[in-house]
């Protein structure tokens, strides 16, 4: 059902908060009930992370990931470091190509520039277009001069313009618009509700390092500020709380009508609940399951209508399997890129996508 899941979103920016916020518990439990209200790839690829990385906070310290990151993580913050040893990234090349395309992104005039998308771009578009720039251009893989501010501005471009109300409100500004670089007191409501490390962790499940109170750039701590970290908590609650009303009336609804009266098909073969009848529907020829009782109760006019809503029932369930199918392709897909597994790319390569196919021979 969509409305699980727009829950299932929030619940996994909840969890991504909460991550931020070193409560790996909290995280874990709105993860698993996102994935109970409708699974994604996304929330899948955080459980891995935090089963595997534990999250486990030492006493004096901030959580990191195990691994390169966290090696990098550590050295930035070792207590024997001497101050005037130079920063580990100081020594990192950086190709031509890449200095280029960091001054590209700073000569940028707006939010569509820097995402190299039309002002008209479907949210598709820019969320392929952000996947792309923000692998280009995270400081971990970047080490030209002003890759951090350019990821920054890619962030913060992405953060606005996937927002509805404050696209339309940016499109509404003319040439009063800002870079997403410059911050300033008279940014107005163009101020981002997620940092760009967050946004990047929340899209590559935590691939390179997790944003918490500190974060680390180029072989520096940068520490963000409290009132953000205490408005991305508020904000989370608080959208929780807005849609527990929503939530519980649809339960009470479906409970209601299967307290009723029982359903007079099924998509499957359910034997314990009587649906042992197959039969096809006369325009798509789809399959359907029905009781004993069914012929006596359904026939002319009321089976043709029944029949039509067997058939949005089985292309609706296929549209959800197949968007499913696709998350979890393109999630092994970046998981494969990001740690070079080239046997986990083929994987993903071969895996197929049987509800896609079906749904492109129906609708053909």
């Known amino acids: 059902m969509e409305v699980n899941r ?24 709105f993860l698993e009930k996102a994935q109970r209200l409708f699974p994604t790839e996304k929330a ?7 089963a595997k990385n534990g999250f486990t906070p030492r006493q004096g310290s901030r959580p990191d990931f195990t691994g390169a990151s966290g090696s990098r993580r550590r050295q930035g913050n070792s207590g024997d470091a001497r ?8 020594s990192k090349s950086y190709t031509a190509d890449q200095l280029d395309a960091v001054r590209r992104i ?23 277009s952000y996947r792309k720039l923000a692998l280009k251009f995270h400081p971990d893989k970047n080490h030209a001069p002003g890759a951090t501010e350019a990821f920054k501005a890619i962030g913060n471009a992405y953060a606005l313009l996937s927002n509805a109300g404050k696209r339309q409100q940016y499109d509404q500004c003319g040439d009063d618009k800002r870079h997403p670089s410059r ?7 163009f101020e981002q509700d997620i940092s760009p490390e967050d946004l990047f962790n929340m899209f590559f499940g935590g691939g390179y390092p997790a944003s918490s109170a500190n974060v680390y750039t180029h072989g520096r701590m940068r520490f963000q500020r409290p009132e953000r970290r205490e408005r991305q908590r508020e904000g989370g609650f608080a959208l929780f709380v807005q849609v527990m009303p929503i939530l519980i009336l649809v339960i009470v609804s479906a409970l209601s009508q299967i307290m009723v009266n029982s359903p007079p098909y099924s998509l499957s073969y359910r ?9 096809l529907t006369e325009n798509l020829k789809l399959p359907y399951y029905v009781g004993e009782q069914f012929f006596r109760d359904f026939t002319g006019l009321n089976l043709k209508n029944l029949e039509r809503t067997v058939e949005d029932d ?6 959800n399997n197949c968007w499913k199918e696709k998350q979890q392709k393109e999630g092994m897909l970046y998981r494969a890129r990001y740690f070079g597994d080239n046997d986990l790319y083929q994987r993903a390569q071969r895996a197929r996508t049987p509800s896609c196919a079906k749904l492109s021979e129906i609708t053909a």
Not at 83 to 90: M, N, Q, R, V
Not at 183 to 189: E, F, K, L, Q
Not at 271 to 279: F, N
């Open 106 to 128: 700073k000569d940028c005039k707006d939010f569509y520039e820097i995402l190299g998308v039309q002002a008209n771009a479907s949210e598709d578009e820019l969320k392929r």
């Open 271 to 279: 034997p314990s609940a009587g649906y042992t009848e197959k039969r």
């Open 44 to 50: 899948k690829v955080l459980l891995e992370i935090i």
């Open 83 to 90: 101050p005037d040893e130079k920063s580990p990234d100081a």
């Open 6 to 29: 727009d829950e299932a979103e929030r619940c996994i920016d909840i969890a991504t908060a909460a991550l931020t916020d070193d409560q790996p518990e909290k995280a874990q439990r």
């Open 314 to 319: 089985y292309v609706s369930n296929l549209r």
């Open 183 to 189: 911050n300033g007191p008279d940014n107005g409501n």
